[in-house]
């Protein structure tokens, strides 16, 4: 099966300005992720989709992040405006819903994810 | 609020030993408890996922190991290899499919 898409695999930008991120999940996964990975830290969940539902956008911050999940496949993160501590790798993440609680959680699969570096 | 804590941050062994890379976290209500890898440039892939109600998972030469009531899981490598080399990340199942993530283990193994 073809594994989770995003683009651009990198990206630079000056302060301030605004840049956006893409990812396709695996088919029929109906949840998906957004984590932020600073260097040298595990990934931080930033937004979670359930089809195009909101599940949790706790640790998003919401006067300069967006997200949005259309029609429940693809999704789009945006920033605006950028500032220098958005320096990271933006991950997306997509996985199944476990319909029966008996089989357990499906795991995660993680696309290669996109390097932003804001100067 | 779930706190997942990997130590050591990097360790360095020579090829062929065996090794087990320490987690813990601190809420012990979790659904499950995952194993990633992660080489550099690259995503996370999946290595080992241990449901609440399990003790520990095998993969070829990986073994997870989990235990809820100490608030710890470890990942144990047999005859490790270069090809080993990378960060290796645990991650914490919460509620609503809330995935925790340490801060990972950069693993190199030495030919």
């Known amino acids: 099966e073809a594994g989770v898409a995003q683009s651009p695999r990198y990206k630079i930008i000056e302060k301030r300005q605004s840049v956006a991120f893409w990812c396709n999940p695996i088919?029929?996964?109906?949840?998906l992720y957004w984590y932020q990975q600073i260097l040298g830290q595990g990934p931080k969940l930033l937004i979670q989709?359930?089809?195009?539902?909101?599940?949790?956008d706790s640790q998003l911050p919401k006067d300069r992040f967006s997200a949005e999940r259309l029609k429940g496949v693809d999704s789009t993160l945006k920033i605006q405006p950028a500032k220098l501590e958005d320096s990271a790798v933006y991950l997306c993440?997509?996985?199944?819903?476990?319909?029966?609680?008996?089989?357990?959680?499906?795991?995660?699969?993680f696309g290669n994810g996109t390097r932003l570096t804001v100067t | 609020k779930q706190e997942v804590t990997q130590i050591p941050a990097a360790l360095s062994v020579p090829e062929g030993e065996n090794l087990v890379l320490n987690c813990s976290f601190t809420?012990?209500?979790?659904?499950?408890l995952q194993w990633f890898r992660q080489d550099p440039g690259k995503g996370l892939t999946s290595l080992l996922l241990?449901?609440?109600?399990?003790r520990e998972q095998t993969s070829g030469r990986l073994n997870a190991s989990l235990d809820k009531s100490s608030g710890r899981s470890t990942l144990y490598i047999a005859a490790s290899q270069p090809g080993d080399s990378a960060t290796y990340l645990c991650a914490a199942r919460e509620r609503a499919q809330k995935l925790v993530f340490g801060q990972g283990t950069r693993l190199t193994i030495n030919p």
């Open positions: 809420d012990s209500a979790i659904y499950n």
């Open positions: 241990i449901q609440s109600s399990q």
């Open positions: 989709f359930q089809n195009n539902g909101v599940v949790d």
């Open positions: 993440a997509s996985s199944l819903v476990a319909r029966d609680r008996r089989r357990g959680d499906s795991p995660l699969h």
């Open positions: 088919s029929g996964h109906a949840t």
